[in-house]
């Protein structure tokens, strides 16, 4: 591990869940937040907008903070092929979970790790199975009022109440499916000699 003070390190998300996350690791970092356009474009593969989209958060950032390294992160869930975004109101979650009850989706939760110093980055999809419960019509309203889970991909916050909807999670990364995969950061940060355990 080089020996060299840490390079400020950042996340570029306006999320609360991925800031959540990153808090685990208790390494110094700060928070902007990236301002670009989410638009899947057309005929582009859920994984591709997942990548382009973190690449492109981690770019917006860094041409603001030189000398940092830069964390973007994107998630993109797709049923059958068919992808799904974040629904925004209760009746779109609703809709959501209705459709993906008693079925396996993909969420594909995208890592980039943008070193400013040298202009290199660092690219990965987690992907994370998740097999919704068969629940009524009655157990989803309830949920989601309980919970008000409008602002995440696939209406359901699985580190919370969320995690009841789920019959099965299949991935190599646990935190994957919250929005930011840890195993792959600090493999990422790893690879730059970013220190992890310095006390």
Partial sequence: MSSHPRPPLILGSSSPYRRELLERLRIPFEVAVPDIDET?????NPDATALRLSLRK??????RHPGALVIGSDQVLTLEGRQMGKPGSHEKALAQLQLMRGRTATFHSALCLLDSRTG???????????TMRDLTDAEIDAYLHLERPYDVAGSAKSEGLGIALLSRVESDDPTAL?????????T??????YPLFTA
Avoid at 58 to 63: L, M, V
Avoid at 121 to 129: I, M, N
Avoid at 178 to 186: K, R
Avoid at 188 to 193: A, C, H, N, P, Q
Wanted: proline content about 5%; overall charge negative.
């Fill in 178 to 186: 919250v929005g930011l995969p840890l195993i792959a950061l600090t």
């Fill in 58 to 63: 981690a770019e917006a950032i860094a041409q």
């Fill in 40 to 44: 899947p474009l057309e005929n582009e």
């Fill in 188 to 193: 990422m940060l790893r690879k730059t000699g």
């Fill in 120 to 130: 290199e980055s660092q690219l990965a999809d987690v992907q994370t199975r998740v």
